[in-house]
């Protein structure tokens, strides 16, 4: 089976743009999970969403946001980036949100 | 406010040899789950072991076990027989009882980063 994917794997953008980052789940899993991890905060909870519907939420700003497809493929989207932005995002999935989390490779969002 | 720690920022240990990596958190709740997850420099992260709170019995997965110290609140991770594919840095997480919005929160731990000497 094959595991969790996040695209694109790296990322450059400049401070003000809009970037979105794309999950997707095991196959089956219907819970997806994202989290910003940077060196001095380690990881961070953004938000889940399950059944395509944002089930939590982490402290972050509007500026974060994301949402669900019906095949359970999730996507997050941050707008007018700043420099502290910079960081890996994580993505897990799960079965349901009380199985285990199985963590994507990241996204390494690098903020110019 | 339930909190993880991971005192030790840095470890390292000979090949063939055994470690611990401590953790300790913070909590009112009974009923919780506890994860340690290994992050290689690839950066992928990978399940290492789980342990249910309810559960006496130390979890154990091949070289790997914990010392589930439910009253104390710590939850430390034993490497046997180290190797050098175990270098990675290491995170204890916390997995809360159930919420009002039907999910469950995680916190994790600021790392562990092992070092595995030939």
């Known amino acids: 089976k094959a595991g969790v994917t996040q695209t694109p794997r790296y990322l450059i953008k400049t401070r003000g743009q809009q970037v979105t980052l794309s999950c997707s789940p095991i196959?089956?899993?219907?819970?997806v999970s994202w989290y910003q991890q940077t060196p001095g905060q380690g990881l961070q909870f953004l938000f889940e969403?399950?059944?395509?519907?944002?089930?939590n939420k982490g402290n972050f700003p509007g500026r974060f946001s994301g949402r669900q497809f019906s095949n359970s493929r999730s996507e997050m989207n941050v707008s007018t980036l700043e420099l502290g932005d910079s960081a890996l995002y994580l993505c897990?999935?799960?079965?349901?949100?009380?199985?285990?989390?199985?963590f994507g490779p990241g996204t390494r969002l690098t903020v110019l | 406010a339930q909190t993880v720690t991971q005192s030790q920022p840095e470890m390292s240990v000979q090949e063939a040899e055994t470690v611990t990596l401590s953790c300790t958190y913070d909590?009112?709740?009974?009923?919780?789950?506890l994860f340690w997850y290994k992050q290689p420099p690839s950066r992928q992260m990978i399940l290492v072991i789980r342990?249910?709170?309810?559960?006496?019995q130390n979890a154990t997965e091949n070289r790997f076990s914990v010392n589930f110290q439910k009253a104390a609140k710590s939850f430390s991770l034993k490497i046997s027989d180290s190797q050098l594919g175990d270098a990675a840095m290491y995170f204890c997480?916390?997995?809360?009882?159930?919420?009002?919005?039907?999910?469950?929160?995680?916190?994790f731990g600021t790392g562990t980063r092992l070092k595995v000497l030939a």
């Open positions: 897990a999935s799960s079965l349901d949100p009380a199985d285990t989390q199985y």
């Open positions: 342990q249910e709170a309810y559960k006496q």
């Open positions: 196959s089956g899993h219907r819970s």
């Open positions: 969403y399950f059944s395509e519907t944002q089930r």
């Open positions: 997480a916390y997995r809360s009882s159930i919420l009002s919005s039907g999910t469950y929160k995680y916190i």
């Open positions: 909590t009112s709740e009974s009923d919780y789950y």
